[in-house]
C-alpha cells in the first residue's frame, strides 16, 4: 500500500494549520497592540474624570441658565450685577443695558429683577434695590 498520497495530504493541512496559526498569531499581537492603546486611553480619560470633579467642588456655583427666562436681557442684567459692587436699581441697571431712561423700559426692567428674585437669583435688599444673591 502506497501512503504517500495520505502523507502528502497530511503535509498540506499542517502546512494551512501551521500559516493560519501564524496570521492569527501576527492578529493577536496586533489585537494586544490595539488593547493596550485603547486601555491607556482608558486610563487618562479616568484620571480626567477624578480632575474635572475635584475641581468642580472649587468652582463657585452660578445660577445655570437653563433657568433663566427665555429673553436676552436676563444673561445681561447678570453680568451687571456681577460687575457691580453694590445693590442696583432698575434704572441703574436699564442704563447699564443701554435702554433708554423711558418709564416703560425701567419698569419693564424691574419686573425682571423681580422675576430673578422669585427665582431666588437676586436679592431685594430695600424697596426697589437689587442685589445679586450670595
Known amino acids: 500500500m502506497n501512503i504517500q498520497p495520505l502523507l ?6 499542517e502546512d494551512a494549520a501551521r500559516a493560519l496559526a501564524d496570521a492569527l498569531r ?5 489585537l494586544h497592540g ?4 485603547v486601555e491607556t486611553h482608558l ?13 468642580t467642588d472649587r468652582i463657585p456655583a452660578q445660577a445655570s441658565s437653563p433657568d433663566l427666562p427665555e429673553h436676552p436681557d436676563y444673561p ?5 450685577f456681577n460687575e457691580a459692587t453694590g445693590p442696583l436699581r432698575a434704572r441703574d441697571v436699564c442704563q447699564a443695558l ?3 431712561l423711558l418709564p416703560k423700559n425701567i419698569e419693564g426692567t424691574r ?7 422669585k427665582l431666588d437669583i437676586l436679592t ?3 424697596v426697589g434695590s437689587f442685589t445679586r444673591k450670595q
Open 8 to 13: 502528502d495530504a497530511l503535509g498540506i493541512q
Open 111 to 117: 419686573a425682571k429683577l423681580k422675576r430673578l428674585v
Open 76 to 80: 445681561r442684567i447678570l453680568t451687571v
Open 43 to 55: 486610563e487618562h480619560l479616568t484620571i480626567t474624570r477624578k480632575t474635572v470633579t475635584a475641581l
Open 124 to 126: 431685594e435688599v430695600d
Open 98 to 100: 443701554d435702554h433708554e
Open 26 to 30: 501576527t492578529q493577536i499581537e496586533e
Open 34 to 37: 490595539r488593547l493596550r492603546e
